[in-house]
């Protein structure tokens, strides 16, 4: 059986974010250790407890956004424009309750700016994923990539 290349993406992307995540994380850390040794009162860095929430789901507004792109050129087809819609109504939610329940603004390591980027991508992946979904209604599938009535084989026993 083959895998939808939409779900293959899916998988490459997120295979990717969780590195990306971990190597932020470990880069983060030291800068976390010396913040006790800095003034009080200065700007956090790194990736703060309030950061990682938005930051998973701006990255998941992004798998969105990019399987949006994909069905737009047909490489993702129908299910990913499907996908590309559900991710970007998750992002745009979640990217909007964070941003709501965000304590400080932008720089106060409570992950506004994250939550901000999640809201715009999600947004863009409804849209590439709803402009996808109406191609996909107006045109008819190609018959030459395998799509409507596979036609007989006969088998000649002589």
Partial sequence: MRT????????RVLAAAGPAVVATYVLATPAAAYDHVQAAGGTPSGLTSGRVGPTLVAVLALVGAVLGV???TRRAGRPGALWAVALGL??????VVFAVTADGGLG?????????????????????GGL???????????????????????????
């Fill in 90 to 95: 998750v992002g745009t939610a979640l990217g």
């Fill in 108 to 128: 106060t390591g409570n992950g506004l700016g994250g939550a901000i980027v999640a809201t715009v991508l999600g947004a863009v992946a409804v849209v590439l």
């Fill in 70 to 72: 994909l069905a737009l």
């Fill in 4 to 11: 939808p290349p939409a779900l293959t993406l899916v998988r």
């Fill in 132 to 158: 996808a979904l109406a191609r996909s209604r107006r045109t008819p599938p190609d018959p030459s990539r395998g799509a409507g009535p596979r036609p007989s084989v006969t088998v000649d026993d002589r």
